[in-house]
């Protein structure tokens, strides 16, 4: 029986998916979560409208890596930042983040450095770009109401 195949998704570059490796990865689906990223780019869209405060002689990562390894585990399911010294000899992370993985303390302070006018930034960015994906159509209804009784009655 046959345990090995490759998976080509960037390009010529491949991974090979191996049940009998020494590294191994229980997190496949990044190469799926990887693809709609390099398809849609929206981590790239919302790392932009994250300000960057730190020095630059001190950046190691940019906000763009910083933000993909976090999204990347928060859907992986790994919600705690602590999760990283589990994560940093993971090679399909390494792989797909292309280097080594930010620390716990990195990403703990990329993510306690977002204050309010950020988050509202992000939030702004985040239905200018929902907004600007509904083009074509006559209209657009709002229903704002957070209850489950019928406000419209016919």
């Avoid at 929206?42 to 763009?64: A, G, M, Q």
């Avoid at 999760?83 to 983040?97: S, T």
């Avoid at 292309?98 to 509202?120: K, M, V, W, Y």
Wanted: glycine share 4%.
């Amino acid at each position: 029986m046959n345990t090995k195949n490759t998976v080509f998704y960037r390009g010529k570059k491949s991974i090979s998916v191996d049940f009998s490796a020494e590294e191994i990865s229980s997190d496949g689906s990044l190469v799926l979560l990887e693809k709609l990223e390099r398809e849609h780019k929206l981590i790239r869209y919302f790392s932009t409208w994250i300000p960057d405060r730190r020095n630059p002689i001190l950046v190691t990562y940019t906000i763009e890596k910083l933000l993909n390894q976090r999204v990347f585990m928060l859907m992986q399911g790994h919600e705690d930042a602590n999760d990283v010294h589990h994560l940093k000899h993971d090679p399909l992370y390494k792989d797909i983040l292309e280097r080594n993985l930010a620390s716990q303390p990195t990403i703990s302070r990329f993510e306690n450095s977002l204050d309010e006018r950020s988050i509202l930034a992000l939030c702004y960015a985040w239905i200018d770009r929902y907004v600007s994906s509904l083009k074509g159509r006559k209209s657009i209804t709002i229903d704002i109401d957070g209850t489950d009784d019928p406000t419209h009655v016919k």
